[in-house]
């Protein structure tokens, strides 16, 4: 079986209370895979724990067969897990520039100039705004930055935390064909996505987290009529 | 002039080492490092030591002195502040000032008091530019040196990844992680770079100025100006400004001044850093953007009543236990430190409450004590009226000062407050006239109305009741909508003028307050020494407070008492060297070890707590652990296995 | 037509070379929901800034309520009746949910901070906090909470002001389609009915929302006004499907 990331039975607490419990979700090499659920089901925690922020207190991780449960961020990072993370991943006394070049970091492959240029031609915005310090961008900008960042990564394994929010509708669009490009290329994606549609349009799979537990999980074409989908969003807004 | 411009080149240049360290250090790890100056004096004993005691040739001792004692300080180092990466502002200066003190302590205990002399690593001898003009080996070493290194620095910063990321590292560290940039290594590099260049400046400083504990720290100080020139980041401009000085410095020499204008000579640079904190205002910002988005404010949940319970038990205790079982000199002691008390709450309003940190407090509490011993001296009956007066003078001074410098946020604040501090010891303090000079002024029996206070108990009592009633004051403010305005501040200038409430009234009211407290504290510390001395009120008393206040519990009342109880230390036989740091430094690891950033009150209001919740209801529920700690590694592990 | 409770006339800002605003008209009307939206980076933030005071313009007037307050610092404005909520959060992080809003009320009312009508506001507080459904959260400390919630507060706060002018900057942005469903719904119980409700500006990239709320839109594009009206002629507006909505929302 070749997944690319495997949760086995994973379960996280802060300070006491549980925020995961019993996750277990596989990312198969070259899929999108979406996480579905309301605020506070632990979607976040989810990505957090892959990438090392957030300690398991229990279960496994495997990234190529390989356990990466509680390795430091930046070794996770060096294997090509590329996690943009909720509410604006970027340095914000750093220029635009300075933010793409930090794309990689911990990898010599990655972050040519070649792919800084590629990145920033996907968001023409930032090109004229290379030598801003990031944290004076607007809102989209800081977002549509930190995107740009993670692509320019050349990402095994691209992690995106609500990436829509704050992205005017043109560049929504036009984001979500980028990621469909960018799928076709073999990039394993895990996202996390509030515009419900917008996630079953793209994912092959998805799961649907409720309370720090997965409660379904399938193609999106079994999903759209899910009970435990519609539950989870509290029988609002899913059309 | 040409002989003066060399001598300033030179000394700028060794202003210039100092300041680009402090930019250094600040723009690399994002502490705005106060220990530079110790570990720059550290890294000179080191390197005297290896040379001119152990007699090793010059060129073995420098490269084991720069590649492996100052990269091992710099590990040393980067672990220490590693911990401090999420707090606030106040804990960090509180800890590189701790560090200052412990580099100084430990130097004298293993090098001794006594000045000595390094001679220059430059070859001696001197050269002729032109008819009548020398330069030494030494002047020209050094500025090249300064030069090349800035230089060098500079390359590295804004030409390599390394630099990069040094600052993204800084910035917000989480993320770093997630861009694959091991922040410990990252981190341990750049105290690795700083450290390293600290130990240079030290050498250099030192052959200018000889091995002395004192003279280094001061230097230091002096290059704060020019490393605000450059804003704290700008390596070019804090060079620049770091020649600009020495060279004003050796010109205003030239016209070999004396009198009033030697004293504006020497106060020349912490002007210098007033005027530009204050004319940057704004435009000065932190490097650590990620500190608000981390919670940079813990404070919160009064607990109220009970804790209202806490401090009069307190009270009771001392007027049952004090005036009683001790003998007049230990009285006068606590009276004298419940005075200091008074205006550690002063630092806690400011800092723990509305985010303003403030070095100068004790300079506040100067005035106060200096009006007092004039108007009351001789005569003790006018104390009520030294008092107002010296609240009337505490108050004008605290807004000529603030309403330009309260625009300021954090660690500019506390530097602007320090030039003030600074200020007042140079032009003002060490002025005969004001303040007596050394041997001070006296202040023997204060009177109010019939009551006396020359007796050890009756002090006991005043200060008893002024710190009641400043603390009852104190807590009521904290309750109500004051307390509230003051954490909106604190914690979102933005959302609080939108929603109507106005910044600079707010500071501007509390700024003003605290000094008239600190004002009133100072007058109470005169009738308690008796003798009042400049040097109990220059800025290393007001650091000092600002230390014991955050190891006592910058956000409590009860940390303010604490910070006070600190001057008891004076009872305890303990030598010289070590005097007050020894118990500091045991209280500030019980905090560390308890991890708790609101310092020793809490610590102790928690242990109390659970120690009333046992007794109230032992038999009943358990009470909730005394200390944060996680589950043993056990239990966790057992819960894994269950699940 | 009424008088317009904020006009905003030719304002233009700019940062350094950059335009951010260039000779921006806008206009609210006293009562309703008037939407800003734009493309990112399009100036709509800083219009905000401008409107509130914390930003100063390079040129141009706002008038408001009839009155020139080019002049009148942030706090002042405020007093006036305009409240505000931020794109990116700014909660009083170290405060329970109740004193966030307790502390907004007291900045609104003169003397409010030395307690004056406190039994007003306290009432004030708890009947927002039900109208928003806060009260599980009322005493938990607002730095610890998520995201959608921490804008809930946001709004509640501003509305603690009992403002005319409500300025909401992407508040559904981090809300679930349940949060926002249930925030569409308060969005329009708070401002229609009586007429006693504020008068809102709406910035928000959630069209449906936008076009379902808003009486008036305003269309800004890298600076500039491209469009405004009601939005069934905006959506169908060639310049803004161009520049902002894209070909499928259309
Ligand atoms: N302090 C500043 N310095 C330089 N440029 C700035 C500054 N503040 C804002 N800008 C620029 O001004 C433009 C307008 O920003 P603004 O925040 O108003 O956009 P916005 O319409 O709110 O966008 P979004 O929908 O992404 O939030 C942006 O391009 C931004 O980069
Ligand atoms: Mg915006």
Redesign the interface.
Known sequence: MSSLLELDRLSVSYGGMTALSQVSLQVPEGCVVALLGSNGAGKTTTLRTISGLVRPAGGDIRFRGRSIAGLPPHRIAALGVVHVPEGRGIFRSLTVIENLQMASYGRAAAGSHRDIEAAVEMFPVLGRRLNQAAGTLSGGEQQMLALARAFAAEPVLLMLDEISMGLAPAINAQLFATIRSVAERGISMLLIEQYVDAALALADYCYVLEKGRIVDVGEPEDLRHSEALTAAYLGAGVT | MLPFIILGLSAGAAYALASIGIVLTYKTTGIFNFAYAGVAMFCAYVFWQLRDRWHLTQWLALPLLLLVVAPLLGVILESLFRLLAATTVEVQIVVSLGLLAFFTTFVTIIWGGNPRLLTSIFPSGKFSPAHDVYVTGDQAGTFLLALAMAGGLYVVLNRTRLGTATRAVVDNRDLAGLVGANANAVGQSAWIISTIFAAMAGVMLSTEEGLVTYVLPALVFFSFAPAVLGRLVNLPLAFVGAIGLGLLDSILAKYNSSGTLAKIETSIPYLALFLLLVAYGRRLTEVRSSLRATGGSRVVVHTGWRNLGWGVAAIIIAVAVVPHAFGASTIQAFAQAMAYAVVALTLVVLTGWTGQISIAQMSFAGIGAFVAAHIAGTNGGLFPLAVLVGIAVAVPVSLVIGIPSLRLSGLFLALATMAFALLMDKLVFASNSITGGLTGLNLTAAKIGPLSFASPTAQFYLCLIALSLAGLGAFWLRQGPIGRRLQMVRDSPNATVTLGASLTATKLAVFAACSAVAAIGGALLAVTQATVVPSNFSFDTSLELLLVVVVGGRSLISGAVIAGGFDLVQLLPLPAAVDKYLPLGIAFSVVAIAREPDGLGRVMVRQLSYALDVLYRRARRPASPPLRRTAPRLVRQKAANRA | MPEPLLRANAVTVT?GG?IALSEVDLEVAPTGITGLI?????G???MFNVI???QRPTGGTVHYDGHDIRRW???R???AG???T???L???????VR?NL???W???VPG????RQ?AAGRETVEEILSRLQLHSFADR?A?EL???ICRMVELG??LC?RPRLLLLD?PS??????????FQDLLVETTSGDGLGPAVLLVE?D?RLVMDVCQQITVLDFGRRIAAGPPAEVRKDPAVIA???????A
């Open positions: 940062f950059l734009g493309p990112n980076g399009a709509k933030t800083t509130t005071g914390l610092a942030p706090q404005r405020a007093r305009m409240s505000r931020f794109q990116r700014e909660m009083f992080v170290g405060m329970s004193d307790r502390s907004a007291e900045a609104s409010g901070v030395f307690g406190a400390r730095g998520p995201t959608g706060r501003a002001t992407e942005s981090g809300l679930d389609a349940g949060e926002t469903a249930r990239h069209v520049a902002y909505l894209g070909e499928s929302a």
